[in-house]
């Protein structure tokens, strides 16, 4: 099996830490180490570091090579954003030609991941299934009312397989209001879209040309291409001209017989300052701190500083601070899927050296 890790985000709502040259999975928000290198870490103990790619854009590439040596030859490049299903179709293509019959795994660099031991059962059940042929995605079970997330609604039980029930899905839900994600909770079958899938090279290619007949027709030509004289050349004009689409609109939401696996161990999609906050240790009065801090009566706040800086904060209480070298964010937690909304104001003001 093949873990392939996607690393081309570009993290806005993580602003201003987050930026385009330095995104938010090269930073160490929910550890000592960036986040796609401790998903390459968490992969590598499960399906072997020979087995772990990343794939991203060239720029990030160069980055990521610069943090994690040792991958330099396992950076497959998104030479443009094309969204999520011809980023999985290209390294399909790439993959296919070390073993074509390999199931691949598909994973997100900015996920955190609690109780590894049954991540690792969860994805290696997943792995089962995707090699007699069948489309698996994993999904967790909702603690609360979340409308940050996609849904996934289980139709009856499939079965079991290496200690983990297996469900059949009825459909793929879009983020619903606070009313609708209340519905989902108290209905028990509703999982979030955790957007890990697991299936083999071949039934993606079989995807692919039966839902996205263009890409696929793109994709087979860079696949014979490579290791030619034109490789290069092909792999940018083909691509280019791929549609933009996510494969959960391209793909998985036109499936019938699709799996889930729920993931019944701890998981985040760090999307948002208020994801790091809830993640990170805590104080006695609440407060998650990677800075130098001096707090008089502050309760409930994330703070993060640059270095060689102090942070005072008096009376204050469910705040994001977040101090860098040329931005300062404050934001009520309340509000922090908003800070992407700063990122469209920097790009209007003509403020995007700040980006």
């Known amino acids: 099996m093949f873990a392939v890790i996607m690393a081309g985000g570009g993290g806005t709502r993580l602003w201003p830490k987050s930026r385009e040259h330095y995104p938010k999975q090269m930073h160490a928000l929910a550890g000592e180490k960036p986040l796609v290198q401790e998903m390459a870490e968490r992969l590598d103990r499960i399906v072997g570091e020979d087995q772990v790619y990343i794939i991203t854009n060239s720029h990030h590439?160069?980055?990521?090579?610069?943090?994690?040596?040792?991958?330099v030859q396992k950076i497959l490049v998104d030479p443009y954003r094309r969204d999520t299903a011809a980023c999985i179709g290209l390294a399909a293509v790439y993959l296919s030609r070390i073993d074509p019959e390999a199931v691949l795994g598909i994973f997100a660099a900015d996920h955190f991941i609690g109780r590894e031991e049954r991540f690792a059962e969860v994805i290696l059940a997943g792995e089962k299934l995707a090699a007699e042929g069948h489309v698996v995605t994993i999904g967790i079970k909702p603690t609360g009312p979340e409308t940050g997330y996609g849904y996934i609604e289980s139709n009856g039980e499939f079965g079991g397989i290496s200690g983990s029930?297996?469900?059949r899905v009825r459909r793929f839900v879009e983020k619903p209001n606070l009313e609708k994600a209340k519905e989902y909770l108290t209905a028990g079958n509703y999982y979030w879209n955790s957007g890990m899938f697991v299936w083999s090279i071949p039934t993606i290619f079989r995807l692919f040309e039966q839902h996205l007949p263009d890409t696929y027709a793109r994709l087979?030509?860079?696949?014979?291409?490579?290791?030619?004289?034109?490789?290069?050349?092909?792999?940018?004009s083909?691509?280019?001209?791929m549609e933009r689409i996510s494969v959960d609109f391209g793909i998985m939401e036109k499936l019938s017989d699709i799996l889930v696996i729920p993931g019944d161990f701890e998981w985040n999609d760090i999307g948002s300052w208020a994801t790091v906050s809830d993640i990170s240790i805590k104080d006695l009065d609440g407060n998650a701190v990677k800075a130098s801090h001096i707090g008089i009566d502050t309760n409930n706040c994330l703070?993060?500083?640059?270095?060689?800086?102090?942070?005072?904060?008096?009376g204050?209480?469910?705040?994001?601070?977040?101090?860098?070298?040329?931005?300062?964010?404050?934001?009520?937690?309340?509000?922090?899927?908003?800070?992407?909304k700063i990122v469209e104001k920097l790009k209007e003001v003509d403020l995007e050296n700040y980006l």
């Open 61 to 71: 590439a160069r980055v990521i090579s610069e943090v994690m040596p040792a991958m």
């Open 165 to 167: 029930k297996v469900y």
């Open 220 to 236: 087979i030509r860079i696949k014979d291409a490579l290791g030619t004289p034109n490789e290069a050349e092909v792999v940018d």
């Open 238 to 241: 083909e691509y280019r001209q």
């Open 303 to 314: 703070i993060i500083g640059a270095e060689g800086k102090v942070v005072a904060t008096i």
């Open 316 to 340: 204050v209480k469910d705040l994001i601070v977040v101090d860098t070298d040329d931005a300062l964010l404050i934001c009520h937690k309340d509000r922090a899927q908003e800070v992407k």
